[in-house]
């Protein structure tokens, strides 16, 4: 089933892209491919920002509640969700949607493993034929190895992206706070840090990992995962960004 309905349709997806563009390299194939992608799961990413957002904005009320039903922890969960559904807010829907995406997330990486450096004709639907791989990224950058470049690139653009979403909940948190000794606004406080420690590790991850990690096992995928993992990074900016003005204040 995971074969038939989803890995099969996105390797496809991904061929058929280079069989349409011939001029196309497998790296701009990657960046196109990813954009549709990320446009078709607009949908399930806004609904997941909106819901974060919700969920910032009642955060005060929420650590009151869990402050003053620390004892009872049944009470606490019954007014807690009291709160959330006087708010509209589906804290639930989040974990729903990382169901979702998750096998989509894997098929994909492992499409990615699989296009370079040969197409797998076996597994192509008739009317999908095997395109002629360009490996040399804009005639640059050889993508059957790793790249320094891009994967630098992955981790500025990953750092810009939390940089940007992470600054959006800490000025909300900011806003939110009264009373600094308040211990709803220290717990605050401590997931900020955490959020900022986040801004950094992530990046140097994505770094490590098309650099160092991804290589060790499969080489000619590092940099196809690199551009996969800046071009998603950059959709999610410019999907917030878009939420945040249509539909935040």
Sequence with gaps: MYNTFIFQPLYNGLVGIMDILPWADVGVAVIFFTAIVKLILFPLSKSAILT???MKEIEPEANKIK???ADDKQ???MKTMELYKAHGVKPFSGVLLLIIQLPILLALISVFYQIIPTVKADILYSFVTVPSLKTHFLGLIDLTRPSLVLSILTGVI????????????????AKNITNANDPAAKAGNLANSMN?????LVPIL?????????P???????SIIAIYWMTSSAATFLQELYIRKKHLK
């Design 52 to 54: 974060q957002a919700r």
């Design 67 to 69: 402050l003053k039903y």
């Design 75 to 77: 009470t606490q969960a």
């Design 158 to 173: 990953q750092y810009l992206q939390l940089q940007f979403s992470l600054a959006s909940r800490q000025a909300k948190s």
């Design 196 to 200: 900022t420690q986040m801004k950094y």
């Design 206 to 214: 994505a770094f490590a990992s098309t650099y160092w990690i991804i």
């Design 216 to 222: 060790a096992r499969f080489p000619e995928a590092a």
